[in-house]
């Protein structure tokens, strides 16, 4: 990928609000380690998701300072991929040290797969079939708008 | 007038003038947009797109089965670049090690770059998928004109007894022209020793014919200077280095470099690349972000000498760096059969012996005269656009200009600048118009970024409905059943 800073804020959220989305509304039911009523869970996941936007923004920032020393400027299909530990390790934090107190702590195994399938889902689909009916997000750095 | 000068003329409301691979990706566009056949022609003197490409790789030293230099998901053959070409000979060749080095590449592991015959192989199926060649007009275009009333004249001269005049005329409203590089240039030394002694055979340029000078040394040892530090010096090492241990052979390699880069260079940490031993290394010919990316969008607001100055920083030869390329430049230096070194060459002449004496002076004052058999100039110079005749004449009496870099002046949708007649547009992608907005116009993806502009700019004029997801997705499954458009 080769992400302008706005073009990256605009992927991920939008990536999040879709597919992140749907992808969530698959998986909750059959999460492992379920508490709560399945409308609670899927409240619960549906915020992991927006936590995940929000909290986004800042890592993209700290993404788009680091791709300044690349020649290039651009941002290895790998590190798209590995950001995911980072991301979800703070994450985890966050939400277990109940910083994010409008999320109900979630179990390990339920919050990792959920947050690792969906990481999955969105970084497959950037890194190609998004340009299907999106012929022009590639030459615009990653804007969808 | 035009008529009554009894030549033939043909109302086509799109015209194309090249037919190589900026002809073809354009046409591909319309196509897929909605343009049907009877909208457009193609004049060309060559026969498909990728016939001056397959020429000058072949030469150059990457024949059908050897990689070129180009990203995985730039395809012209496919203006979504996906499947890409690695998930492509991944599944062909049944090898999941492609998938590996594209999800690690340049980290891990080398770019991944598709083989040449991968390219023209699917040059050819999404040639036949649109129609290309009932658009194809063989000729050769001698100049390009506005005519009153708007749009443009187009004259043709066709093969010889394919028509009943010697010109044809063709009247558009709107003219792409991609006709390549106006013409390669010799480094000044080497095009006077040639001249003087009549020696085409010795004194070669790398983008010409030379397995004489690869059959020469399997007969005997002998030594060749190459000159140049870009990609197709490496390649043409790489066929010495290959040969050489392939045939147990004994050249010698001098490789002289105007500029020695010998390491890591750049006036800040965040515009910092790497080098050594004499190269710039570099995955591809740009930094990758200018085919999308941050510089593609700092450039775009650029004008006059800002842009200038921004090609310069970030331009310069450059060379991929390839694990396969160091280890047998490794060896050849430790073997002292490979010597890199940095100087400018005064003169060549010819020795005693009829050898090739090379005078080179560097930078520390130094000066060396090594002897060889053979030079290969590997520099790749282009001739100014005024080289071609439609250039010149556009120059000249079209209203175009020139860039901050001297070559054509375009606009972000790249209509060639103050040749606009009437409701006509006058396009031209490709090398001519490098030092635009849009940096990267001499690549496969260079060129579909143009068209894509040039898809938009007709749409927005009326000329086709823009392109939108759906039809994007449709088309695309189209392309993957390999049905029509």
Request: net charge positive; charged share 20%.
């Amino acid at each position: 990928m080769v992400p302008t800073l706005l073009g990256r804020i605009q992927t991920r959220l939008f990536m999040l609000a879709t597919l992140g989305v749907l992808v969530t509304l698959l998986i909750v039911p059959v999460l492992p380690g379920p508490s709560g009523s399945l409308a609670d869970r899927y409240v619960n996941g549906l915020l992991v998701i927006a936590a995940v936007g929000v909290l986004g923004v800042v890592w993209e920032l700290i993404y788009h300072f680091l791709m300044q020393f690349r020649w290039e400027k651009d941002w290895p299909t790998l590190f798209g991929l590995l950001t995911l530990v980072p991301e979800g390790l703070v994450l985890y934090f966050l939400l277990r040290s109940g910083v994010i107190d409008f999320i109900d702590p979630v179990p390990a195994a339920a919050f990792w797969t959920h947050f690792t399938v969906v990481w999955v889902c969105i970084w497959l689909v950037t890194n190609g079939p998004m340009r299907v009916p999106f012929i022009r997000w590639r030459f615009r750095g990653g804007r969808v708008l | 007038m035009v008529a009554a000068a009894g030549i033939p003329m043909y109302d086509i409301p799109f015209l194309s003038v090249g037919g190589g691979i900026g002809s073809f990706v354009t046409l591909d566009y319309l196509r897929i947009y909605g343009v049907p056949t009877s909208q457009m022609r193609v004049v060309s003197n060559i026969d498909h797109p990728w016939q001056t490409y397959e020429f000058l790789t072949r030469c150059s030293q990457i024949p059908r089965g050897e990689r070129i230099r180009s990203d995985s998901s730039s395809r012209p053959d496919n203006l979504w670049g996906f499947p890409s070409y690695a998930l492509e000979e991944a599944w062909k060749e049944k090898k999941p090690s492609y998938l590996w080095q594209i999800l690690t590449e340049p980290l891990l592991n080398d770019y991944w770059t598709p083989r040449a015959g991968t390219v023209f192989e699917n040059l050819e199926r999404e040639a036949k998928r649109i129609d290309y060649w009932d658009m194809l007009v063989k000729g050769q275009v001698r100049m390009v004109r506005r005519r009153a009333g708007g749009g443009y004249f187009t004259v043709v001269t066709p093969p010889e007894g394919a028509a009943a005049t010697k010109r044809i005329i063709f009247r558009s409203r709107f003219v792409h022209i991609a006709i390549g590089y106006p013409g390669l240039k010799f480094l000044p030394d080497l095009q006077e020793f040639r001249t003087k002694h009549g020696d085409y055979q010795h004194v070669v340029n790398a983008y010409e014919p030379h397995e004489q000078v690869y059959e020469f040394l399997k007969t005997r040892p002998g030594t060749v200077v190459i000159r140049g530090g870009g990609v197709v010096a490496s390649r043409v090492l790489q066929r010495l280095f290959d040969d050489r241990e392939r045939h147990g052979l004994q050249t010698q390699i001098i490789h002289i470099f105007r500029t020695f880069v010998s390491g890591p260079h750049g006036p800040h940490v965040w515009s910092r690349r790497k080098g050594g031993h004499g190269w710039a290394y570099q995955g591809f010919n740009y930094p990758k972000s200018v085919w999308g990316g941050q510089l593609k969008a700092e450039m775009r607001k650029l004008e006059g000498a800002d842009r200038a100055k921004k090609y310069k920083e970030m331009g310069g030869t450059n060379t991929p760096y390839r694990r396969r390329w160091q280890e047998q430049m490794r060896a050849g230096r430790s073997g002292g059969y490979y010597h890199a070194v940095q100087g400018t060459v005064d003169r060549v002449e010819r020795g005693p012996d009829g050898r090739l004496v090379s005078y080179v002076r560097s930078n520390d004052g130094i000066v060396r005269e090594p002897v060889s058999d053979y030079i290969i100039d590997c520099t790749g110079l282009e001739a100014d656009i005024a080289e071609h005749r439609i250039f010149d004449d556009l120059l000249r009496n079209g209203g175009a200009g020139r860039n901050p870099v001297g070559r054509l002046d375009v606009e972000r949708h790249f209509e060639v600048k103050g040749t606009a007649n009437g409701d006509g547009v006058l396009y031209a992608s490709g090398s001519a118009t490098l030092g635009g907005y849009f940096p990267g116009v001499d690549t496969f993806l260079g060129l579909q970024i143009a068209a894509q502009e040039i898809a938009d700019d007709l749409a927005r004029r009326g000329f086709v409905k823009r392109m939108g997801p759906l039809r994007s997705t449709a088309q695309w499954f189209k392309w993957v059943r390999n049905a029509p458009v």
